[in-house]
């Protein structure tokens, strides 16, 4: 008998994947939607007694109600390293498996903050802008800095920060970096240098976060933080939006406290970058409707780029996303632990 999977979030980018590959053993519906309390309830009487695994994005909101309306779920598959849309509490509760997939963004993610490094330096998009604009005045608006000359702060060296620690040893930047735990690699083959959080915000010139968002780091980056930086330093966020205060950092870019930012992450997202979604958020949520404003008046900047959580989106990494979440699913189903998060 064929294992009953539901996916949700599915996009156009991966249906290549499931195109080019059997399943003799599952039978796969696919949904567009994302998986939440809302469209839980389309589902039919069916689907929800006979789905035995559910494979979701991180724009689904896996709530304890969702779990609760499935009769037989045993794995929750999380096309993404991050869980926590995911009840976990709920899922152990019911003896449901997560499953996760570790380290698809070391390469892309990686290669996506330096082509936003590279964008804010050296003021690329403001300058497209005045060839489509067919704006009138002098180019030395544009005027860049040579990333040679640059320390560049990288916060967090797992998988994606040690590879961005790499590639930008590769333009001759001065690298820094923070993490409770260093990495040998860096410092002897690299000769990267591990400092204090602070020390680290105080000397760059560029700083990168690659820390996974824990809870405890909530605005990691805020006022304090932003004083602490030169007023000529950049700052880029392609991990949580949850690590930076959007608020805090909108007042020193306006003020001139900052020199410029990039954010592939943002803390309210749904509200942020899905327009479908944005009513039912401002309705639920004013702090999101805040976070939204502040976004958008950030995206109007010539100095901040904003770009709607892509970093890792690459044919390649979503490719082996759906790979290694079949993987975990099968390993799941004949009893093992190898892909389990909780």
């Known amino acids: 008998m064929a294992i009953k999977i539901l996916v949700f979030d599915y996009r156009e980018s991966e249906r290549n994947f499931f195109g080019s590959n059997k399943f003799e053993h599952f039978d796969i519906t696919f949904y567009s939607e994302s998986l939440n309390e809302d469209t839980v309830k389309n589902l039919s009487k069916d689907q929800l007694e006979s789905a035995y695994a559910i494979s979701v994005f991180i724009d689904s909101e896996v709530t304890e109600n969702v779990i609760n309306a499935f009769k037989n779920l045993r794995i929750i598959s999380a096309r993404s390293t991050g869980v926590d849309h995911i009840n976990l ?41 005045y060839i489509t604009e067919d704006k009138h005045g002098s180019c030395s608006n544009f005027l860049g800095h040579d990333l040679s000359k640059l320390t560049f702060g990288v916060i967090g060296t797992g998988a994606i920060g040690s590879t961005v620690c790499k590639i930008a040893c ?29 020390t680290l915000l105080k000397v ?3 700083i990168s976060i690659h820390t996974p968002y824990t809870g405890n780091n909530f605005h990691m980056f805020s006022k304090k933080e932003f004083e602490l930086m030169k007023d000529s330093a950049y700052i880029i966020n392609t991990s949580r939006g949850e690590i ?74 979503i490719d082996y996303i759906l790979e290694v979440s079949f993987k975990g699913i099968l390993d799941c189903i004949k009893g093992g632990n190898e892909y389990r998060t909780y």
């Open 89 to 129: 509490k709920a899922a152990a509760a019911k003896n449901i498996a997560v499953i996760n997939v570790e380290g698809y963004g070391s390469k892309s993610v990686a290669q996506f903050t330096i082509g936003l490094m590279l964008a804010l330096v050296r003021r690329i998009i403001p300058a497209s802008r």
């Open 204 to 206: 760059s010139d560029i």
């Open 244 to 317: 930076l205060d959007t608020f805090a950092l909108y007042d020193f870019l306006v003020n001139k406290k900052l020199a410029g930012a990039a954010l592939d992450v943002v803390m309210c997202e749904q509200a942020s970058f899905r327009c479908s979604q944005l009513s039912k958020q401002l309705n639920n949520d004013i702090i999101c409707f805040e976070e939204a404003k502040i976004v958008k008046e950030l995206a109007k900047m010539d100095n901040v780029i904003i770009t709607p959580h892509i970093a890792y989106e690459t044919q390649d990494a």
């Open 170 to 198: 590769a333009f001759n930047m001065n690298v820094i970096a923070y993490d409770l735990t260093e990495k040998k690699e860096l410092t002897s083959k690299y000769d990267i240098k591990y400092v204090d959080f602070n």
